[in-house]
Structure formats: structure tokens, C-alpha cells
């Protein structure tokens, strides 16, 4: 999430000059691109973080993984809260990707 978050604050560069040049479409589609690919990263460490969270309240029998969050209670609380956060950090990011999207299209025409 951090790699996503530090390509937002890269492309306000790239935003900024497709609002001060609207005819240079090579940035718009690239920025509209890369949105895509860091939607795709973020939803991927968003699910990794689930599965380990997962892991952290309920182990695995079958390889002898232990659950800790009965002896590290408020960190699960904190580490449950980030993933809970990370989706939501998801959903906005893919309506954003969808209204670019949108206005990508809108532009054209």
C-alpha cells in the first residue's frame, strides 16, 4: 500500500498537466493505465493482508500454525482495523479509476 500510496502523490504531477494541456492525450492514457495496474496492486496486498489476518485469528491445523491474537489481542485489533482500511482505500481508489474512466471517455467525443 505504501508503493500505491507513493504513485498517487507521483501522477498529481501527471493530473496537473492533463488539466493545464487537455490535448495531450499520451498523459492521460498513460496515467489511466498505471490507475489500473495500482488498482490491481492494492486490491492484491489488501486480499495478502486478509489472508494473514486470517491466519493471525484462526492458524492452520494442518500445518501447526497456532492463532496469536489470543495472546496479541490489541495488535489483531490494530492489524483487523488496517485490512478493513485497505479495502476501503480500494473501493475509493476503483470509483476513482471508473470516473477517470468515465471522463476519459466523455473527453473524446
Excluded: E
Amino acid at each position: 500500500m505504501s508503493i500505491v500510496a507513493g504513485y498517487l502523490v507521483l501522477s498529481l504531477m501527471f493530473s496537473v498537466i492533463t488539466i493545464i494541456r487537455p490535448n495531450f492525450a499520451i498523459a492521460r492514457i498513460l496515467l489511466f493505465i498505471f490507475d489500473i495496474v495500482v488498482l490491481a496492486l492494492a486490491t492484491a496486498s489488501a486480499a495478502a493482508a486478509a489472508a494473514i489476518v486470517y491466519l493471525a485469528h484462526n492458524g492452520n491445523r494442518k500445518t501447526n500454525w497456532q492463532a496469536i491474537c489470543q495472546q496479541f489481542g490489541h495488535f489483531c485489533q490494530k492489524v483487523s482495523g488496517a485490512v478493513v482500511t485497505s479495502f476501503v482505500a480500494v473501493v475509493l481508489l476503483m470509483l476513482l479509476v471508473l470516473l477517470s474512466g468515465f471522463n476519459f471517455i466523455l473527453k473524446k467525443k
